[in-house]
């Protein structure tokens, strides 16, 4: 049965509020219409979300601090590589905290670190291209942050997938002896897509890439 979008009132609508209206409902549609692009059908109730695991988390001492090491196992789903082909960036955050246990209490937070990957498709190029900041990346600007360029998506994807070097602090804020009880999370970011792209996606299962571990690790030196 085809949509029919009706509207009534009981008084004339006065032509100040015209403008506002007109507006709320074009953002309306496009909403819709991005919604049915990204997502097609509604996911069933209880769909599962795309499986990540975590293969491997390391903690590892050098001259200049302690270091987290982590290498994330996930698939990208086709819906999300048809966004990225038609130019919209997808972002993705890897958090980590370490703990100083204490038997008297909770474990004690003695650090922590973030890390924001912004993952682009630049058509003129060809390439791929791999920004990584420690704060969150902006689309007016990516400030201070690293960028690598890669040919294929299988490689720009293998630089999203490792997580290496963060930093999370001095050794002599750590502690060099004993486990560390440390959480690290990897997620996909639909908070910074384009707010029209978040409406779209959203409880869509192939957007819902996240993983989370904690692990007692031991401050491995660094080769």
Not at 78 to 91: H, S, T
Request: one cysteine or more; aromatic letters at 8%.
């Amino acid at each position: 049965m085809p949509w029919v979008i009706t509207t009534a009132s009981s008084t004339p609508c006065s032509k100040s509020n015209r403008p506002v209206e007109l507006r709320a409902a074009a953002w309306l549609v496009v909403a819709l219409l991005l919604s049915c692009l990204l997502a097609g059908w509604p996911a069933p109730a209880g769909a599962q979300t795309k499986s990540a695991s975590i293969s491997q988390l390391r903690l590892e001492q050098a001259d200049d601090g302690v270091y987290l090491n982590a290498q994330v196992q996930f698939d990208l789903p086709n819906l999300v590589e048809e966004v990225l082909d038609k130019g919209i960036a997808i972002y993705f955050v890897a958090e980590a905290e370490l703990f100083r246990e204490r038997w008297y209490w909770t474990d004690q937070r003695v650090a922590q670190a973030a890390r924001h990957i912004r993952l682009a498709y630049q058509p003129l190029t060809r390439r791929w291209r791999l920004n990584v900041s420690p704060v969150p990346i902006s689309n007016s600007g990516f400030g201070v942050s690293l960028n690598q360029n890669f040919d294929t998506l299988a490689e720009a994807l293998d630089g999203v997938r490792r997580v290496a070097r963060l930093r999370l602090g001095d050794v002599s804020e750590i502690g060099d002896d004993g486990l560390h009880p440390v959480s690290f999370r990897f997620r996909l970011d639909t908070s910074q897509l384009p707010r029209p792209f978040q409406i779209g996606v959203a409880g869509q299962a192939d957007w819902n890439i996240s993983v989370e571990r904690s692990a007692r690790l031991p401050l491995e030196k660094m080769k």
